[in-house]
């Protein structure tokens, strides 16, 4: 790696997100440092809240995965030598960094992506922390098995790292669904290349120069850049010897089929279209805030767990709708680095034209209802920003655009219903089978919805984002494999080895 000037950012933590975003521009991070594309090239990172440009991202390509990938495979070897407690202890220590810089990295999330600091970028740089500090005291788990073959064989399993992850990452909540992916690879011994989203490459950029404090130079890498030039050569690279995606259903289709060619393993977070049932007997406040929490409002519904279809027992239908538009009436959408602040904005152009082609869809049908919610933003400074005010539907039919595509976006569809096998029917009744939700006192109907729904996360009278040691990934169009628990991180991350010795 050529010896190149390093950029002057901070060693202690900073609120000043604007001279942070400015200091990162223009780099990726490879083998402990910062180093520019190699074509030269960069674009251009725009606060979504404001339209203003904030920073330039390195515009990566092949000669960078290359570069990346190489420093990586170099660093595996020394990495998956070290005691895999070492190796847990040292990604437990970028927890306590981690933690040191949690507001930096809140402010910076915000800036660059849109999300409320208070509601939304807080939360997710505090369990970014978590999710380092989870894996780090896993290292002692990494174990194999003794198998009873023959009395005069030692049979035994272990289990080895895979070599270099590839990881790409989306721009909803970067910082979380990277550390879902980066910490189990480096205590299982792997070491990482990560592709991160072209809308959001900066707070992924810090976290990684964070982390470079204490791993060694290599184990961890970044690069900017955009799909087909720079996502594309990772996935396909020789030395990749996993690929693990977040994304939508169609990209994560290409990278399956990428994966395939080289036969290594792949793991698929996708899309969402979840439902979220409400039965009569429901603690109804209760409720009414946990479809507000489910449909992510705070995070303009940019979620793939997002309950975008709600089900409503009829008895409390009218009160369900009414006290729902009531509540996310009371949201304030403004600045999201402003306290204040409930609901920021949508991420890029291309997103907020999408959204609101969805709304202008569903406001046209015959016999719909779309009310907007909350208030736009006053302020003059944020004319151009990407807010959009949440919609809530009723009485769209089923085959609606909106009932059966995500959305991405504060969009979420209303129904009555009678008989609890319809609604079950209809929830059921999507390609996508992420997450899904059930609201009840019964404690039979629950748990017997909890079983007969198909997606990977059903929870009863909670829905909460993803979290440390809870299993989280989907079933049908939404993805394959799970992340965020020990099996993940064993089944995912490491290959089982078989080893006989003959003591006759």
């Not at 437990?92 to 933690?99: D, E, G, H, S």
Request: aromatic share 6%; proline share 6%; hydrophobic share 45%.
């Amino acid at each position: 790696m050529l010896d190149r000037p390093q950029p002057a950012t901070p060693q202690e933590p900073t609120m000043d997100e604007r001279a942070l975003a400015r200091a990162l521009s223009g780099h990726h991070y490879i083998g402990g440092r910062f180093v520019p594309a190699r074509s030269g090239k960069t674009f251009a990172v725009v606060n979504p809240a404001t339209g203003e440009t904030i920073a330039e991202a390195a515009e990566g390509d092949a000669a960078d995965v290359d570069a990346a990938v190489e420093v990586a495979a170099a660093a595996q070897k020394d990495w998956a030598k070290l005691p895999a407690r070492k190796r847990g202890a040292l990604v437990a220590q970028c927890a306590a960094v981690l933690t040191q810089h949690s507001e930096e990295l809140a402010r910076l999330i915000a800036l660059e992506t849109g999300k409320a600091l208070r509601t939304e970028s807080r939360v997710e740089a505090g369990v970014v922390a978590d999710i380092f500090a989870f894996y780090g005291g896993l290292g002692s788990e990494l174990k194999g098995e003794s198998v009873p073959f023959a009395p005069d064989v030692l049979s035994v399993t272990v289990r080895e790292p895979l070599g270099v992850v590839g990881a790409i990452i989306p721009w909803n909540v970067p910082l979380l669904l990277m550390a879902l992916k980066v910490a189990p690879a480096l205590v299982a011994g792997n070491t990482v290349v990560v592709k991160s989203a072209e809308e959001a490459p900066l707070t992924v950029l810090r976290l990684c120069e964070l982390l470079g404090r204490v791993l060694p130079a290599g184990a961890f890498n970044m690069l900017s850049g955009f799909g087909p030039e720079c996502g594309g050569p990772l996935v396909a690279h020789r030395k990749v010897r996993k690929v693990t995606f977040t994304g939508s259903v169609e990209v994560g289709r290409i990278v399956s089929k990428a994966a395939a060619e080289k036969l290594i393993p792949v793991t698929l977070e996708l899309g969402g279209k979840s439902p979220m049932i409400v039965f009569a007997d429901c603690d109804f406040e209760k409720t009414v805030m946990g479809a507000i929490t489910s449909m992510r409002f705070t995070r303009q519904g940019q979620s793939c767990t997002a309950a975008s279809r709600i089900y409503v027992e009829r008895p409390i239908y009218d009160r369900f709708v009414a006290a729902l538009a009531e509540k996310v009436d009371a949201m304030v959408m403004g600045d999201p680095l402003d306290e204040k602040t409930d609901i920021g904005t949508i991420i890029s152009p291309d997103q907020f034209a999408k959204v609101q082609g969805f709304i202008e869809e569903g406001l046209k049908t015959k016999g719909a209802t779309g009310r907007a919610c909350s208030a736009m933003p006053k302020d003059a400074a944020l004319k151009k920003g990407l807010f959009i005010q949440p919609h809530i539907f009723t009485g769209l039919p089923n085959d609606s655009r909106l009932v059966q595509e995500e959305i991405f976006g504060p969009v979420t569809v209303v129904f009555p219903f009678d008989n609890p096998d319809e609604v079950l029917a209809a929830a059921n009744d999507s390609d996508y089978g992420l997450a899904a939700s059930v609201w009840t006192n019964n404690l039979k109907i629950g748990l017997k919805f909890a079983h007969a729904l198909e997606a990977g996360l059903v929870q009863v009278n909670q829905n909460l984002v993803v979290q440390a040691n809870l299993s989280y990934g989907g079933v049908k169009s939404s993805g394959l494999g799970k992340e965020a628990s020990l099996e993940a991180m064993l089944e995912h991350f490491m290959h089982k080895k078989t080893i006989m010795v003959n003591y006759q």
